[in-house]
């Protein structure tokens, strides 16, 4: 059977058509971000209508059409999106009317990417797993027996916000200490702006052409390749709080794998080294074994393979 799995964003709704956990074809639609509930309904029906006759298939042949959005999906499938105009928005049973044989799921984009990596990536074949997406913000998903743990009210597993420590800056949240103020890659970039604000000698200066609003995470882990003082500063902070972070979900959940995904995760080879044992360090049962820690699998495609297997 085939599945569908759809992407939604801020820019783009992203489709594809999924056999045997491969994409096989896929179509892109600019997102309608004024059109609310009904156009994205219209755009979807479109993409999925589009994908079948392309590939010459029926709508029978596809077992279940997944949706991943950037906001809060309620376990009755409830989609909030600020960025979409949704709120509380029931799309499950609007899709249902154009396709009515067909399944039709929904859930959070994040937790989508992780149930991407358990079913075709870095985490099959393990029961319980943690993916944590280092970008813009520290992103998160659980799976236990292939099944995504989002909380009674389908708003858990935030990883990105479990308060590890206390910060110099706010998170987005309004909280203060949040795991991804100090671990996604705006953390990185923070940080080396305010030491570079305070005068300190780096390479990194050179590489933003001394424009403080262009450094990226990536002149940071190149700089730290070449032994940039400052570099070292920021990538050893991050490090540390990276592995506090695990720390914190080793000893609460005590997952098979963890799988680290994002951006950031493209400097694996800094990221992995030491990484295990620096995790121990903050263990409640430090002579236990910890498990895996993987990098993902997939990176643009997490979205549409995650839907499909919703
Ligand atoms: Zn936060």
Not at 161 to 182: Q, W
Request: with cysteine; aromatic share 6%.
């Amino acid at each position: 059977m085939y599945k569908i799995g759809i992407d939604i964003g801020g820019m783009s709704i992203k489709a594809g058509l999924v056999y045997n956990g491969e994409i096989i074809d896929r179509l892109v639609k600019e997102t309608d971000t004024q059109g609310g509930l009904d156009k994205l309904v219209e755009d979807i029906t479109y993409l999925v209508n589009e994908l079948v006759i392309k590939n010459n298939i029926n709508i029978e042949q596809v077992e279940t059409i997944g949706m991943g959005f950037p906001g809060i999906v309620t376990n009755e499938g409830a989609v909030t999106c600020v960025n979409l105009g949704l709120k509380n928005a029931l799309i499950v049973p609007k899709l249902n009317e154009n396709f009515k044989n067909t399944k039709v799921k929904v859930g959070n984009d994040a937790n989508v990417a992780a149930l991407a990596e358990y079913a075709y990536g870095s985490m099959k074949g393990y029961d319980t797993g943690v993916m944590i997406t280092l970008g813009t913000g520290v992103g998160g998903g659980i799976v236990v027996n292939g099944k995504l743990i989002t909380g009674a009210n389908g708003v858990g597993a935030e990883i990105g916000h479990m308060m590890i420590s206390s910060n110099y800056y706010d998170c987005n949240c309004g909280n203060n200490g949040c795991f991804e103020t100090f671990c996604s890659a705006t953390a990185i970039i923070k940080y080396t702006q305010k030491l570079l604000n305070e005068n300190r000698e780096t390479i990194i200066r050179e590489m933003c052409e001394n424009d403080i609003n262009k450094i990226t995470a990536k002149m940071v882990f190149d700089a730290y390749r070449e032994n940039d003082e400052v570099a070292v500063d920021v990538i050893k902070r991050f490090k540390k709080y990276l592995a506090m972070g695990l720390g914190n979900i080793v000893n609460f959940m005590d997952p098979g794998v963890i799988c680290i995904g994002g951006g950031v995760s493209n400097a694996s080879d800094i990221l992995l080294d030491g990484l295990s044992e620096d995790i121990k360090k903050y263990l409640v049962y430090k002579e236990t074994t910890i498990g895996d820690i993987v990098i993902a699998k997939f990176k643009n495609d997490a979205g549409i393979l995650g839907a499909s297997a919703l």
